[in-house]
């Protein structure tokens, strides 16, 4: 245990971390937000360190055409994506911009710089059992119906806390109409643990905590402590992380692919398990661990009467015996062992390994898209659950930048500056460099030791991974589903930024002829972008209410054209095959309900025969949508097709495409038939 700790030290030391802006566009990256009618958030520190402009980040979704989402998550949209199957796969295309470049590579295309993209998910069993955003538990996932960070209190200094004053200080702090990410105890055990001493810290003076020492909370990036909802620093600053994290990973995106088995496939948590220092409280009848303690590393924990354990990264646990657990692993990701070294063997899914691929080149100082004129993306496939469960998760991206103005894998805290030895750092604050002119006169550098390596991240609100089953077919298990969603928010090109406008995701996608494709889209009331706007503009240019956003899928001819056809015209949905609808039995939906659903966000139906239908007399809907939902669950189509050619559909919001100030439109291909 002890040799793969220092094993893994090294590792970390290579993988310094250094981060720069970061938005996610598709699924809405937060950066903080949650329904803030400015264009600035009101909380940076609200649930994650991002480090961001405040300016950038999506609103959480509203289901209706009002405002609901300062009312908590039982009144916000979730996007519901269905998870893979055990044999068919479920896409999403992730998206964002970064500010300072990306990609190429180190042997003839190199940038200015050394970067990866770190890509983890966390998840949670859904529970619909609640009726009030005050019935929710303490570490459930949650996007909070404010703004504030949620709460911490510390241990006294100096006193042994009982397991019950433990408990009530947990239960006391976290509020639960605020958001959650990690836990209150993930952040309490970073507060306790003895930062990594071994770490370059370069010229920065990093504090000591109220129990004597210099905890996990204090890093290079973060020398003060500060916090941010109930994220640990030290992990989030470096990766892969030495110690147990409530993230599984997905994907490491690379400029330099021969770091990919040495340091992020071998080291991935999702691989190794991690492990961390228990002490016991001391106050019980029984034994009962104590899930915090100063010590971050084995001999130190042993000598202090700790014990050593380790936890491991699982996809889920199912409620299997073994001789089950050994029966139903078809597919080879079953595992009959303790999850936590202390706990007795369970069934559990394992994750597959992080993938490794080269990263997308982009421009440096330009948040835009890459050398091929498509948006930043990753196409993740989403996991697949067999206990049939539905998930609550967030999706997290990190970007790591880095220099080449010292050794990026062999400088440790030996290259601190530490006056008493007379040593300097390689890198200091803001130096003064001599060019050598007979005056002696220098230049000043800026240069900050604490953003010389930073960390940018942005993470997704809430969304769900909902089970095959509900697709309610023989074959759900086994089709292969793309997911077809919207970004951007209300406002011009001036006023959105660092967000971006209205467009689909993906804007071309091409499909089999066979494969399924989940149209779905979520909006907020409150995108007013006002005052204050920070270093930007203020507005929300755009269509109808002003602060909403309202999408729609209506047919046009070719992609340069921008008036609709109409029905009697189109093609795309009669050449549909509604597989499952959000808005209906799909045995009852015709081309025409499906059109009419798909034109008006879903608040029509049907064209008639149901409640909500397009001939009903006594619903109106507004033209601009504004009565319209800001999120539509939409359905899950398939394009069949026995042509000879490719068969291509052009299709426009009618409300936001609007010709000379934006576009929003999109286009599906479905390859021929073979």
Known sequence: MYMFAARFLLVLLLVRSCWSDCYMHNPRGSNNRLNERSANRNNGNRVFDSQNNNRGGYNVGDPGSAATANQGDLKQYNMKYFQSGSAGTSEIEVEWTNQHGCGGNEDNDPHKLNCNMVLQYMCQDQNDSFSTTGDLPKNYLRNGANTNTNTFTARNANTQETLAQATNRANNAVQTDRVVHESFQHYDTCYHRERNYNLFTADQNLKKGRYGYSSAIYTRQNPQGNRRGYECPEERDYYPYWHPTPWVDIAVLTDNMTHCDSLYRNNSQNVNVRYQCYENFTDTATVQMRYYSRWNNQAACVRNGGAWLYTRTVQEVLTLDSTQCGNQNTSGNLFWDSVFERDAPVCYVAAPNVDCQAADWSRVNHLGNGRDGQPIKYKWTLPHFPSDKEKRCVLRIRYNISTDDYSPYETTSAHNRNPALGRRSPVEQNPNINIGSRTNQALRLAINTAQFGRTFQDRSHVFRLVPRT?????????????????????????????????????????????????????????????????????????????????????????????????????????????????????????????????????????????????????????????????????????????????????????????????????????????
């Open 470 to 674: 509900r697709l309610g077919q023989t074959n759900s298990d086994s089709i292969n589903i793309k997911n077809l969603n919207v970004r951007g928010k209300r406002g011009n090109i001036v006023q959105t930024f660092p967000s971006v406008e209205y467009d689909f995701v993906p804007t071309r996608m091409t499909i089999d002829s066979t494969d399924y494709v989940h149209v779905q889209w979520t909006g907020s009331n409150s995108h007013n972008n006002g005052n204050p706007a920070g270093d930007g503009q203020a507005g929300d240019a755009g269509e109808g209410t002003r602060g909403t956003d309202r999408h729609n899928m209506v047919e046009i001819a070719s992609a340069d054209v921008n008036y609709p056809l109409p029905y009697e015209s189109a093609g795309m949905f009669k050449n549909a095959s509604v597989y499952w609808a959000s808005f209906g039995d799909r045995a009852n939906i015709n081309a025409k309900d499906l059109s009419v659903a798909m034109a008006t966000s879903g608040y029509f139906q049907c064209f008639s025969g149901c409640s909500k239908a397009a001939n009903n007399a006594t619903l109106a809907l507004d033209n601009l949508l504004n009565n319209a939902p800001a999120s539509f669950e939409g359905a899950v189509l398939s394009f069949p097709t026995s042509s000879a050619r490719d068969i291509v559909y052009h299709y426009i919001c009618s409300r936001n495409n609007n010709f000379t100030n934006r576009s929003q439109k999109g286009q599906i291909k479905v390859r021929r038939s073979s």
